[in-house]
């Protein structure tokens, strides 16, 4: 796989993982995935956080690549989102992936570098249970 199918098939992965539809078969058995809020998830949980990650959002969201850069067998992807969200608030945020392949064209680890501050004040609070007052 040249460095151009690489940087396509970084860019179709984090797409589909962010649309809730992630391809399981781009993936290593033991592919990892990274990010600040989640920690280090196996391939199996991050299959299915990913399929469950679009339930928050009323409506697309909308993911705009900015820039990648892609070297050996390692993509860089430099993005930004929006979205409404089921509560009503905007969700916007910035993010920087790396996506790294094995020598067989597979992706075998994602991390995903975002604003945790806007996580935390706008999405935490809908995966979080209502508090008894």
Not at 68 to 95: D, M, P, Q, W
Not at 108 to 131: F, G, I
């Amino acid at each position: 796989m040249d460095i151009e199918a690489k940087r396509a098939a970084a860019i179709e992965f984090w797409l589909g993982a962010c649309r809730g539809q992630v391809d399981g078969m781009m993936c290593t058995d033991d592919f990892t995935f990274w990010n600040p809020q989640m920690g280090t998830l196996s391939r199996d949980d991050f299959l299915a956080a990913a399929s469950g990650s679009m339930d928050i959002f009323d409506g697309p969201l909308n993911i705009y690549v900015d820039a990648t850069t892609a070297e050996n067998n390692r993509v860089a992807i430099e993005a930004h989102s929006e979205a409404k969200l089921i509560n009503g608030a905007r969700y916007a945020n910035r993010y920087h992936m790396l996506i790294v392949f094995n020598d067989e064209g597979k992706i075998r680890r994602m991390d995903e570098h975002l604003d945790s501050q806007h996580m935390a004040e706008v999405v935490t609070p809908l995966m979080m249970p209502e508090t008894q007052g």
